[in-house]
């Protein structure tokens, strides 16, 4: 059976939602589509189509660069941990982020505008050429698949509508689907202006109404444990190191990329990203509150005791919320996430397109082919990331591997060849980039299918005996050896290459 079906205690939560929060989401659904259909005939080029003809400006990017980054997996996700853990879900998981987030807007953003790429591929293609071109592409179009949003979609949907998962995966990411075919980047910036503001408002809405439900602020210190409110949680110190890690993706993400080479200047980039951290951290602090308050409505009560951890937010604000709040709610945690899964879809979609068909299949591409395949990518990527969504037990640890596919592949030959010019050579990124991709699928693999599902840790374990010693390794540690692996492999392919020119 499909692992989301296998959601416990979510349908025990459903609620009855009236005909006015019915009529809230159907509004804000039909009013994304008619946004994608309205741009639909705007584009003039693929650049047009693809990065909004390069004039996106600091207000857009704001909007869009929050709303894109926060989904339901942030929502889900750190409510998730923060349920489970405590404020750990900000000061070990969202923290570390923000100090990426400053290096992105002071050091890489400023060094990519002074480039004319389209793409994160195309830096490869310039550094270590074609091979590693294709290999970064891949890595970037598996990491872009919209998953984790359609993973949100089916919780929501089974959750809220009492729609089995899938059904939900289909309709509610369909509709994002729709818009980003029809509209291209201009409807995924316009949407996620608006999206924005309801990710605001459904935020604004949650506090008091949950603190109305579990008593206030104190019954948290009254019900909880004291490791909920330990900045390290109960967790180790190896699992705190692995989920900060994954913010490290700033430094390489796709879609952040797209949105430096859309901005109209580097100026731009730098002050919506240091107005995004701002708005970040408060938003994540908000997420772990809630998640908190979530755990305590459980132990009292309030919503059902063994309802899954990355469904308990839902499953209080169902109880909290009234008539009208409940189906704007509804409609904010759907902005939330369709303006995530419409920007990964359409980098996906890219990739397909600008990385891998024009310079392998078509390399004299008109703008309308270009534009053609990268609608068949999108689609493309929408189906494969349907068929991952529902392959995975829970939300935060598939993250950690979409996370850790990107960082093995591509962050040592990017960085490197961004700031160290001497490390440009084309067998090394091949070298490095192909074997961070295949260590990240083989060593999640073994640990996945020759491992076992921990319930307390919510991950897959995989006990290694070695050298007298028994160890126990987590999905979430892969990162910690295919990194080294892909810094090893671009050694190697220095070694090797100044071995050839000496």
Same mark, same amino acid.
């Given at each position: ?28 659904? *039909? ?20 990065? &909004?003809?390069? @004039?996106?400006? *600091?207000?857009?990017?704001?909007? *869009?660069?929050?709303?894109? +980054? ?22 070990? +998981? ?26 994160l591929?195309? %830096?490869?293609?310039?550094? !270590? ?5 294709? #290999?970064?592409?891949l ?24 729609? $089995? ?10 509709? &994002? ?7 291209? /980047? ?19 809405i ?24 330990? =900045? ?10 692995? !989920? ?23 100026h ?6 240091l107005?995004?951290? #701002? ?5 994540d602090?908000?997420?772990t ?6 755990? *305590?409505?459980?132990? =009292? ?14 499953a209080?604000?169902? #109880? ?14 759907l ?8 920007? +990964? ?6 990739n ?6 024009? $310079?392998?299949?078509?390399?004299? &591409? ?17 189906? %494969? ?6 392959? /995975? ?47 990240? @699928? ?10 076992? !599902? ?20 987590? =999905? ?27």
């Amino acid at each position: 059976m499909l692992a989301l079906l296998a959601l416990g205690g979510i349908a025990d939560s459903m609620v009855e939602i009236g005909i006015l929060d019915w009529s809230i989401i159907a509004i804000y659904l *039909t009013g994304m589509v008619t946004v994608g259909a309205l741009l639909a005939r705007r584009h003039a080029d693929f650049d047009d189509f693809f990065l &909004a003809g390069r @004039a996106l400006t *600091t207000p857009i990017l704001i909007t *869009t660069l929050i709303s894109t +980054y926060y989904g339901i997996d942030v929502l889900f996700g750190s409510s998730q941990l923060a349920y489970t853990d405590g404020v750990v879900a900000w000061f070990g +998981y969202a923290r570390p982020t923000y100090l990426f987030f400053l290096i992105a807007a002071f050091v890489v953003a400023r060094r990519l505008r002074h480039e004319d790429f389209r793409s994160l591929p195309e %830096i490869l293609e310039r550094y !270590y050429g074609g091979g590693t071109r294709n #290999v970064g592409a891949l890595a970037s179009f598996l990491y872009s698949l919209p998953a984790l949003s359609l993973y949100g979609f089916g919780l929501l949907a089974e959750l809220l509508l009492g729609w $089995p998962p899938l059904v939900g995966m289909a309709v509610l990411g369909g509709v &994002a689907l729709a818009y980003t075919l029809t509209g291209g /980047f201009w409807a995924v910036a316009l949407t996620d202006s608006i999206q924005f503001l309801m990710m605001c408002v459904i935020l604004a809405i949650a506090v008091p109404y949950g603190l109305q439900v579990v008593g206030g602020f104190d019954s948290l210190f009254e019900h909880l444990e004291p490791y909920y409110f330990d =900045q390290m949680g109960d967790l180790s110190v190896l699992l705190v190191i692995a !989920y900060a890690a994954t913010g490290l993706t700033v430094l390489i993400e796709p879609t952040f990329y797209q949105r430096i080479f859309a901005a109209r200047s580097y100026h731009n980039v730098r002050n919506a990203l240091l107005a995004g951290i #701002v708005l970040w951290g408060a938003y994540d602090w908000t997420v772990t509150i809630v998640g908190m308050m979530a755990r *305590t409505a459980a132990i =009292q009560g309030a919503i059902d005791p063994g309802i899954a951890p990355d469904a308990s937010l839902m499953a209080m604000m169902t #109880v909290a919320l009234p008539a009208g709040m409940l189906g704007f709610f509804i409609a904010g945690v759907l902005a939330t996430e369709m303006s995530t899964l419409d920007s +990964y879809c359409l980098v996906a979609g890219g990739n397909v397109a600008y990385d891998l068909y024009k $310079p392998i299949l078509k390399p004299d &591409a008109s703008d309308a082919d270009l534009i053609r395949a990268t609608r068949l990518g999108v689609l493309l990527s929408w189906v %494969i990331g349907f068929a991952m969504a529902a392959s /995975f037990d829970q939300m935060l640890g598939l993250w950690v591997f979409m996370a850790s596919i990107l960082m093995s592949t591509l962050l040592v030959p990017i960085l490197l060849g961004l700031y160290v010019p001497a490390c440009r050579r084309p067998l090394a990124g091949l070298i490095s980039s192909v074997s961070g991709l295949t260590s990240t @699928a083989l060593i999640n693999a073994i640990i996945v299918l020759g491992g076992r !599902y921990v319930d307390e840790e919510e991950t897959f374990v995989f006990q290694l005996d070695l050298w007298g010693g028994s160890y126990e390794i987590l =999905q979430e540690y892969a990162m910690f050896f295919t990194v080294p692996l892909s810094a090893l492999g671009f050694v190697l392919g220095l070694a090797i290459d100044r071995r050839r020119r000496g």
